[in-house]
């Protein structure tokens, strides 16, 4: 099951699956994997909302993005996060901690407990929030990673938009 917006189909009803892979498909032995039933139950809608209704809260997005900070420590993490609120380069910011992580740093694989940043943001204001974060950063070079949202409800990725956009004030 997927949610969407207190919208709740079934991952099968979002997507048909390629030919040959459904319900009906064909076992190496030759045999069918299901019967009618099965296959009806795979492609049933969850009736909370109809799927239109649902689509309707769901936008595509290509401008609004999630950055991925990891910080040394917890002081590090709220400085970083309350200045790229307070400059409104993201739109929120959350820290989850604490993480371990393994890398390679001069030569060696290192183990360390670090600080897990997700800020949200638009593709626009990534360089300034990247240039906030190494300003404010004690790592050499400081993991600073964006992901594309693909989709969200309207009203969240317009908030982001609206938040973020130069010279906002709320």
């Known amino acids: 099951m997927v949610g969407y917006g207190g919208c709740a189909v079934r991952r099968a009803a979002l997507s048909p699956a390629p030919s040959g892979t459904g319900a009906h498909a064909a076992r190496p032995d030759g045999r069918r994997a299901a019967g009618r039933a099965a296959a009806r139950r795979a492609a049933a809608l969850i009736p909370i909302r109809t799927i239109r209704q649902c689509v309707g809260m769901i936008q595509n997005t290509s401008d609004c993005i999630e950055v991925r900070v990891t910080a040394g420590s917890r002081d590090e993490a709220d ?30 694989v290192q183990h360390s407990q670090e600080w897990l940043l997700l800020m949200t943001t638009t593709t626009g204001r990534f360089e300034d929030l990247a240039r906030c974060v190494r300003e404010l950063h004690s790592y ?20 982001i938009r609206r938040e973020t956009a130069p010279g906002s004030g709320g």
């Open 79 to 108: 400085r970083i996060c309350s200045a790229v609120v307070e400059r409104r380069l993201a739109a929120g910011a959350q820290i989850v901690a604490p993480i371990e992580s393994t890398y390679w740093w001069a030569g060696e």
């Open 140 to 159: 050499e070079v400081p993991q600073i990673i964006a992901s594309a949202l693909v989709a969200g409800t309207a009203d969240y990725l317009e908030w």
